[in-house]
Nanobody
Framework: QVQLLESGGGLVQAGGSLTLSCAASGRTFRDYAMAWFRQAPGKERDLVARLDRSDHRPYYADYARGRFTISRDTAKTTVYLQMNSLTPEDTAVYYC????????????????WGQGTQVTVSS
C-alpha cells in the first residue's frame, strides 16, 4: 500500500510560480511511475506530467512542456512539480499518482492517488 500526500498548492497571480510536492509513505516510489494529473471544474482529469521508473524520458502535456518540470528526490520519496508562468487556465486540483505499470497507455486508470491540492491562478 502506498499513501500519497500532496502539498504546495495555493493562490498565485498569473505569471507566478508554484512547486507542488507529493510525499510517499508505505514504500518508496522506486518501483512506480510517478505522475501529476489535474482536474479543472467541469472537466475530466488529465495527465500533466509523468516520470517512469528510470526518470530518463519525462512526459509532459503540450500545455505543460516548457513551463512545468517534474522531478523526484534521490531517495525516491518525494515527487515535485515545478510550475512556472502560470495562467488562469492552470487553475485546477492537482493530483499525484503512483503507477506500478510503466507504460503510458492507461495512465490514470490504475495505481494510487493522493487527495489533491488546489491551485488557483488569478488574472
Amino acid at each position: 500500500q502506498v499513501q500519497l500526500l500532496e502539498s504546495g498548492g495555493g493562490l498565485v497571480q498569473a505569471g507566478g510560480s508554484l512547486t507542488l510536492s507529493c510525499a510517499a509513505s508505505g514504500r518508496t516510489f522506486r518501483d512506480y511511475a510517478m505522475a501529476w494529473f489535474r482536474q479543472a471544474p467541469g472537466k475530466e482529469r488529465d495527465l500533466v506530467a509523468r516520470l517512469d521508473r528510470s526518470d530518463h524520458r519525462p512526459y509532459y502535456a503540450d500545455y505543460a512542456r516548457g513551463r512545468f518540470t517534474i522531478s523526484r528526490d534521490t531517495a525516491k520519496t518525494t515527487v515535485y512539480l515545478q510550475m512556472n508562468s502560470l495562467t488562469p487556465e492552470d487553475t485546477a486540483v492537482y493530483y499525484c499518482n503512483a503507477d506500478p505499470v510503466m507504460t503510458l497507455v492507461g495512465a490514470g486508470t490504475r495505481g494510487y492517488w493522493g487527495q489533491g491540492t488546489q491551485v488557483t491562478v488569478s488574472s
